[in-house]
């Protein structure tokens, strides 16, 4: 990588964490006396509501305001600056057709779960091989060019302006490889031949198309069922993606690291190399359909995914997973998912930003933060018109949400289970389907009984701090629900409804709640008088 480059990544790198470090030590948007002013209803003791559920509402006086935290600047997150940092051609690099057997960035591929079987039939060979670019720079007119002297045989074909990669290929530690509209207006994935693209080095995707394509039907290899091998693309550990002005398609099926495009540590290349960092990298400005998903991340680290579209994919547009951390996920538009969400951010997704998106008619929620994901700013975001939730929290603790517009969903605006100290700040929540806002906590062991509790751990315990929002709910809905939460912290909020505040009439008497809670200078608290070991017991 060019110096400049380097220096541009390093220092994008660096604003962005230390932009979370600014936020994980200062205050979110509120603080609150610890002196509880006045008592101003009785206590609910409704046995409808179930064991955890007795409420007493008191007023606070709010503080002076903390700054909300920062957003990170992603103005140089641009498809010219990723242009600039791919490399040029450099002659004396090294390719080669070699087995696959042996390689640690191959051994995923070759695991006997269908994968290896199916490139044994493609190749026609028991061992299969790949296309190794090992060392140096290259381009895919340069690749071509070599991979043609090596072999006879039609491995990487040019039609017109196209190419057809009809072999696996892996991009070395020691090497890059740029595949873009100087060379082609389209790669084309063969799905016959089970073609793949990992990457341990540098890989440069931009200004052009890559296609999963079935030859045999010479189209797309559309999206038909989930167990249907499509060609994929993975960024392994020590790797570097970057995708930029391009459209990418009809990748990625259910299989580990085959989802479509992947940023996932390597255990056998850090087995080799324990030092390896984490695979990292920038998609900007580019266009993601009918994918299995739109991305997918397991272990990565400071992914930028700026400015991207990711429309009708068939599971989800957009699914970090598995401790990654310090991404920024900004100004994408995700919509069409046809299983489930526009974006989730799952199981330890840490120390991220996922600010400026627009989800869209997605089949589940438009933004899902889940299994014990924390320290995450969702802000400035349009959740509208999604089948589920507009943004929901699932299992997991210490987010803050602020600016957002959540608006006609099918089921609630905002929904928070089994999840606590979530801040909500400044936000729009209007005509959706349910209850605008939804806190409750739950036994997974009896809905769940499937799950794996030691790898997906939780604690049976929510609450919620909100602030400045405004609320508008149906003539008779009411604006919160809530079902074993340790309490619910309003200032200055604003409700436009002709319901309760809270479902299934917890008090009889909600004067002491509205007459403080659009208060500026006060906080209505409605707290558990349930013990709080009674509320986590289970």
Known sequence: MPSAARTLFAILLTACIGTFVFFKFHGIFFATASAVERQVTAVNEDAALGDLNSYAVGVKRREDKAGLPPLPDVSAYTVANVTAMAPAYQPGGKVEIAPMAGVPAAREFIKKDGRVQRLRLAQMDVNPKAIFVQEGHWDLAHLYDEVSKQSKE?????????????MPLIVAEKASLTISD?????????????TLIANAGQLYILNTKVTGWSEKANKPALFKDKTIYRPYMVDWSGGRLYIAGATVASLGYRKGKSYGISYSSCAPCTDKEPK????????????????YFGFYSYEAEGVAIVG?????????????????????IAYNEAYGSGKKHGIIVSRNVNDSWIFGNNCHDNHGSGIMIDRMSE???????????????GITFFESRNNTVYGNQVY??????????????????????????????VVYTVRLEDTQPQR???????????????????????????????????????????????GPIFARHMFSDESGITDNMSAPEKVAVVNNTVPPQKLSAH
């Not at 320290?375 to 939730?389: I, K, M, P, Q, T």
């Open 408 to 437: 006609k969903n099918g089921h609630s605006g905002v929904r928070i289970r089994n999840s606590y100290n979530i801040r909500l700040a400044d936000n729009q929540i209007s005509d959706n389907g349910s209850v605008p806002v």
């Open 154 to 166: 039609r491995l990487l074909v040019k039609q017109g302006t196209k190419y057809v990669l009809r």
């Open 375 to 389: 320290h995450n700013v969702v802000a400035d975001n349009r959740a509208s018109h999604n089948a589920g939730d």
């Open 182 to 194: 100087k060379d082609t207006d389209e790669l084309l994935l063969s799905q016959e031949q089970s």
């Open 276 to 291: 390896l960092p984490r695979p990292t990298g920038v998609i900007v400005g580019s266009t993601f359909t009918d994918m």
């Open 308 to 328: 991207n579209t990711y429309a009708n994919n068939a599971i989800y547009g957009v699914d970090p997973h598995d401790r990654s951390r310090h991404l920024i």
């Open 452 to 498: 794996n509790f030691k790898e997906d751990p939780y604690e049976h315990k929510a609450d919620v701090d909100i602030a400045d929002d405004m609320m508008k709910a149906g003539d008779t809905k009411p604006s919160y629900k809530i079902d074993g939460v340790g309490h619910v912290a309003l200032s200055g909020v604003h409700v436009a409804s002709g």
